[in-house]
């Protein structure tokens, strides 16, 4: 689970001389100087170094450059390390010894999809055509969120929800004109840093791995990496990660302003409209001092809609938490002076997808995300390191 700066920028002052544009004191000393001698036609009098051509100015020069602090030094050092780490694993390297991979089928019932989602407590699944025998996608909570807009649009066609199979996903995003299905993909043997690449371009927060099978030249799913077992991964196995010491509020990272939130008491199908125009995977639930209370995430959708009972989407924010599975793993908080440090090894103890970001208090700040951490880690100085190559 998971999906968001401010910049600065110095401008080149310029100033004009005393002598510019040959009206001022300067000139009019100059024209009172004598003539030279005869025998002199090549001495030039000091004052002409001082003397810039007319109608021209000079900028002021750039100021020197930010000396590196330690913890300037240890923190690029950090961001270089776990980047050379990325390049030289692959996608297979982070799958567990043993694990379980569903498929569905495009011709498969959206109803029957929610309830297998449910049973195996998953939120996404890797789609097969099986006519053309190809990867057809990822199927995730936003697909879901799309049926839901389009029987709000189409409140006519409710009856007819059960009937709903996989592939007529794409008929539905173009009729409510949405972003389609999911379909980037690469091959295991590739290398992470790739994948990681490929996630931040397409926005997503999972990639498929897929492979040639060697006998038939099929194209075969082979699993899903997700952001948090990339980040689990590198918390894991880079020491480096220690090196990064900066602060929140020294770094460009995370959303502050304009952040979406909603009340108890806010109708699930209004936390929902939010999620969709803004494009993220959770909003914060504030009390009424903006104390930060919990968090509606984009999961939180499936467990309503399972069975198919679209009537639970008329509830209140706070009923439909009530439903959350008892092995929910909570809400993470993190505060702005907290360290990266300290959030990668939260990473690597804990299931997290996301940090709300809050003041002593309790009150909001901003929201953190797993994509904010890795498109940071990935793009943040990645300029020096081509340099120093």
Known sequence: MADEAEE???????????????????????????????????????????????????????????????????????????????????????????????????????????????????????????????????????DYINVIQYYCLHPEEMSRIDQFRLNSLRAIEKDINVTP?????????????????????????????????????????????????ILKFVAVNVVETQLLRKPLRHLNLGTYKNLETAKMETPVLEVIQQLVHQNISSVPILNSDSVVVNVFEAVDVIALIKGSVYEELNLSVGEALQKRSDDFPGIYTCSIDDRLDTIFDTIRKSRVHRFVVIDEGNRLVGMLTLSDILEYVLLEGEGDDQKQT
């Open 8 to 142: 600065e920028s110095t401008k080149l002052v310029t100033t004009a001389g005393a002598g510019e544009g040959g009206g001022g004191e300067g000139s009019q000393k100059m024209a009172s100087l004598p003539v030279e001698p005869a025998g002199h036609e090549g001495f030039v009098q000091p004052s002409s170094y001082l003397r810039r051509p007319r109608g021209q100015s000079r900028a002021m020069p750039p100021p020197p450059p930010k000396l590196e602090t330690a913890v300037d030094r240890d923190q690029r050092r950090g961001l270089q390390s776990i980047r050379a780490f990325l390049k030289v694993r692959t996608s297979y390297d982070v799958l567990p010894l043993s694990f379980r991979l569903i498929v569905f089928d495009t011709s498969l019932l959206v109803k029957k999809s929610l309830a297998i989602l449910n049973q195996n407590g998953i939120v996404s699944a890797p789609l097969w055509d099986s006519r053309t025998s190809t990867f057809a996608g990822l199927l995730t909570t936003s």
């Open 181 to 229: 299905i999911e379909t980037v993909s690469i091959h295991p043997l590739r290398p992470l840093y790739e994948a990681c690449r490929r996630m931040l371009e397409s926005r997503a927060r999972r990639i498929p791995l897929v492979d040639i099978d060697d006998e038939t030249r099929r194209a075969m799913v082979v699993s899903v990496v997700t952001q948090y077992r």
